[in-house]
């Protein structure tokens, strides 16, 4: 996501579906062809797609744009968003599409061939970070792969404003070392982390990757 984050305000967290809501159409025009920008992460997730099995769920799929990407290189993509406006958009691009809460899925466990969450681990609270990894573990199947993406700081980041609405933003920033130790306390085996500087256009942080695997078999 190319988001240029502002002077910091005071808001709730629950105003973010109703904030995605109201900028869904103006996202996806802002956003649509960003992949096209960003090399990098065009070759990170061929890579993911080459090497996961069907189906793969894009967590926070926005538009679709990522997810699509990915279903363009012949994987089965379902989307979740928690912003129906969202949801509605993605619809076109993706094999299915649900409104859900990455922090609950309504997926059953151990079917899932891969989660992606490009830039979307960024609105949860720090607090929630873990419970979401093991819900993300829960629903892989053994020897599914996880690939997720964030914006490497300290704190949050809160604003009144988003693409030049007036509406609630709120964005928490991670350190790679806070990723993988969380990843793997959530029982993940860590197989890839990278950072990478900002590309022009982009806001001026650091971006991170982290991608991990659901062990085959419990460790003794």
Known sequence: MGIA????????WDEMAASYDRVARKYERRFLDELERKPRD???????????ENPIVDIGCGPG???????????????????VEMVALAAVRLDCVVAA???????????????LAFYSLIHIRRTELDAVLHEFKRVLRPGGRLLFSAHEGDGEITRDEFLDEPVGFVATLFQLG???DRTEDAGLAVTMTERRSHYEGESE???LYVEATKPTRRSR
Request: charged letters at 25%; a neutral charge; aromatic letters at 6%.
């Open 65 to 83: 744009h990522v997810g699509e990407f990915v279903r363009e290189r012949g994987r089965t993509v379902l989307g979740i968003d928690l912003s």
């Open 42 to 52: 065009r070759e990170i997730l061929t890579a993911f797609a080459a090497s996961t």
């Open 178 to 180: 806070e990723l993988v």
């Open 101 to 115: 809460d990455m922090r609950s899925l309504p997926l059953a466990s151990d079917r899932i061939g891969g989660l």
């Open 5 to 12: 984050f502002d002077r910091m305000s005071v808001m709730v």
């Open 205 to 207: 942080t650091v971006r």
